[in-house]
């Protein structure tokens, strides 16, 4: 497998995602291939589709300004979160923990990071529609068979650092099931799926970086997958709360003596 990052110039609001990177990449001289897959970062879709909010226009409620003081962020932030959140868990200074679209993440997705001074950007609404959207305006302009991978950055219970995060997939499914396979000596296998998809979003995510990179997207090729028609989003990656060891160890329950 091989990956190559693409750079660009900062796409702007209302630019066609597909052109740019098009174009970025007949510059470099990288060409699709069939069977490659475009690893996209969610903060482009994420200005696509406008979401992008200015601190100051957002009005802190009672309860924002209480989590606010409690984790040490701004209060508009604070409420910006409760906006945007399904839960609340708690969280550390400068951070909460919170469940969206699924994802157990950080201040529910919202980040400062290469935003415009004074604003944040959202998590995209659908991401899965826009990597389905994306796939078939590919496809149609370059007449080959492709998939494609939005990205974002998250979190690893107990690791210290970001790894890629894989928000939707179009094109290719975004895990194996390995249950009822045998390993080298024999034994079936029970619980085992491999999250192919957040694997991948890693390796681009490892050239897309976090800060002045200007790298929003990353071609692979020879990735060990079958493309197919699926689209995937968050929903369909994720694990329900009960089945997460993390999520149900940390359940309130009766003690269990050892």
């Given at each position: 497998?091989?990956?190559?990052?693409?750079?660009?110039?900062?796409?702007?609001q209302?630019?066609n995602?597909?052109?740019?990177i098009?174009k970025a990449?007949?510059?470099?001289?990288?060409?699709l291939?069939?069977?490659?897959?475009?690893a996209?970062a969610s903060?482009?879709?994420?200005?696509?589709?406008?979401?992008i909010?200015k601190?100051?226009?957002?009005?802190?409620?009672?309860n924002?300004?209480?989590?606010?003081?409690?984790?040490a962020i701004p209060s508009h932030?604070?409420e910006?979160?409760i906006?945007?959140a399904?839960?609340?868990y708690?969280?550390?200074?400068?951070?909460?923990l919170t469940?969206k679209d699924?994802i157990?993440?950080?201040n529910a997705?919202?980040?400062n990071k290469?935003a415009?001074?004074?604003?944040?950007v959202?998590w995209?609404?659908n991401?899965q529609?826009?990597?389905?959207?994306?796939?078939?305006?590919?496809?149609?302009?370059?007449?080959?068979?492709v998939?494609?991978?939005?990205?974002d950055?998250g979190?690893?219970?107990?690791?210290?650092?970001?790894?890629?995060?894989a928000l939707?997939v179009?094109?290719?499914k975004p895990?194996?099931d390995y249950?009822g396979?045998?390993?080298?000596f024999?034994k079936k296998?029970?619980?085992t799926?491999?999250a192919v998809?957040?694997?991948?979003?890693?390796?681009?995510?490892l050239l897309?970086?976090?800060?002045?990179?200007?790298?929003?997207?990353v071609?692979?090729k020879?990735a060990p997958?079958?493309l197919?028609?699926?689209v995937?989003g968050?929903?369909?990656?994720?694990l329900p709360p009960?089945?997460?060891?993390?999520m149900?160890s940390?359940?309130p329950?009766?003690k269990?003596?050892?």
């Amino acid at each position: 497998m091989k990956l190559f990052p693409i750079k660009t110039d900062i796409i702007k609001q209302g630019e066609n995602i597909v052109d740019a990177i098009l174009k970025a990449m007949e510059k470099q001289g990288l060409v699709l291939d069939e069977g490659d897959i475009l690893a996209l970062a969610s903060k482009i879709i994420a200005y696509a589709e406008n979401r992008i909010v200015k601190l100051d226009e957002v009005k802190p409620s009672k309860n924002a300004e209480k989590i606010a003081s409690e984790f040490a962020i701004p209060s508009h932030l604070a409420e910006l979160i409760i906006r945007e959140a399904e839960k609340i868990y708690g969280g550390v200074e400068k951070a909460v923990l919170t469940l969206k679209d699924c994802i157990l993440t950080p201040n529910a997705g919202i980040d400062n990071k290469n935003a415009p001074e004074g604003t944040v950007v959202l998590w995209p609404k659908n991401p899965q529609k826009w990597a389905e959207n994306i796939r078939e305006e590919i496809m149609r302009k370059t007449r080959r068979k492709v998939a494609v991978l939005i990205v974002d950055s998250g979190l690893r219970p107990l690791r210290l650092g970001t790894t890629g995060l894989a928000l939707a997939v179009a094109g290719f499914k975004p895990t194996k099931d390995y249950r009822g396979e045998k390993d080298l000596f024999g034994k079936k296998l029970t619980i085992t799926l491999h999250a192919v998809a957040d694997d991948l979003a890693s390796a681009a995510h490892l050239l897309m970086g976090e800060t002045r990179e200007k790298i929003p997207a990353v071609l692979i090729k020879g990735a060990p997958v079958n493309l197919e028609s699926g689209v995937y989003g968050p929903e369909d990656m994720a694990l329900p709360p009960e089945q997460c060891i993390f999520m149900n160890s940390f359940k309130p329950k009766q003690k269990i003596k050892y």
